[in-house]
C-alpha cells in the first residue's frame, strides 16, 4: 500500500482550509492549527502549532506576508530532518531567504511557495511555482496529491521573485482597467469602453507581448503626447491619472533612449 502522507497546515484562513480539505480529501493525513479558535475550517485542528508540525511529511505555512515568521517560529520545536516546511504566503525574495535561515538549523528543508492564482474554487488545483532546497521534495510529495507544483531554482526567493514579477503586469493591468473606466464613467461611456476593453482582452494571443513592447519603442515620441493629453483629461474629469502619467514617464524615457542611440 501506499504511503499515507501526513500534512501540516498553519493559518486555516479562506486559503489555507480549501487547501487542507482538499488534501484530506486527496488521502492525506491533515493536522491543522490557527491561533484564531473560532474558526471551523473542516479538518482536524491540534492544539498548537507544535502539535500540528510533529511528524509531519510536509508543513504549508498559509497565512499572511505579516505574520509568516511568527507561524515558522510556532514550528520550530517540532520541525527537523525529513520534514519540508513550505511558506505559501506572498512576499518578497527577502522574506523567503529569512525564513529558510530561520528553519535551516532544524534540519527541515525550506521551501517557498508562490500561490499563481486565487485559492478560493481551486484548492489544492491552485498552480504554483515553488523554489528552495525543499522544492523538489514538496513537488513530489503535493505533487502525488495533485497540486501542480512546478520547480523554478534552489534558492528560496526564486518563486517569489517570479510572482512579483507576475504581480507588475496583473495588479497594473487592473489599476489602468479602474483608472480607465474611472474616467469612462464620467464621461457616460463606461459600457462602450467596457466592450473595448473585453474585445482586445478576448482577442489577445502571446504576439500581443511583442506588439506592446516594440510599438511602444517605435512610436514612444507620438504616444508620450498622447498620454500626456489623457492624464490631462483625467484631471479635467476628477480622476487622479496615476496609470495614465507612469506610462507617459515610461514612454518618455523610451523616447529620449532612441533618440540618444541614433546620435551619431
Known sequence: MAQVLSIAVLGLGEAGAAIAGDLEAAGARVAGFDPRADLDPGVPVAASAEEAVDGADAVLSVNSADAALVAARSALGAL???????????????????????????????????????????????????????????????????MPLEVVGPEPGQAAVRKLLRSVFMKGLAASVIEALSAASATDCEGWLRGEIGAVLDSADRALVARLETGSRKHAARRVHEMEDAAALLRELGVEPRISEAAAGWLMELRNNSETEEQP
Open 80 to 146: 527537523g530532518a525529513g520534514q519540508v516546511f513550505a511558506d505559501l504566503n506572498s512576499a518578497g525574495a527577502q522574506l523567503k531567504q529569512e525564513l529558510a535561515a530561520l528553519v535551516a538549523p532544524t534540519g527541515a528543508l525550506f521551501a517557498d511557495v508562490a500561490l499563481m492564482a486565487p485559492v478560493p474554487g481551486r484548492g489544492l488545483r491552485t498552480p504554483a511555482l515553488v523554489s528552495g532546497p525543499g522544492a523538489e521534495l514538496l513537488a513530489e510529495r503535493l505533487g502525488a496529491l495533485g
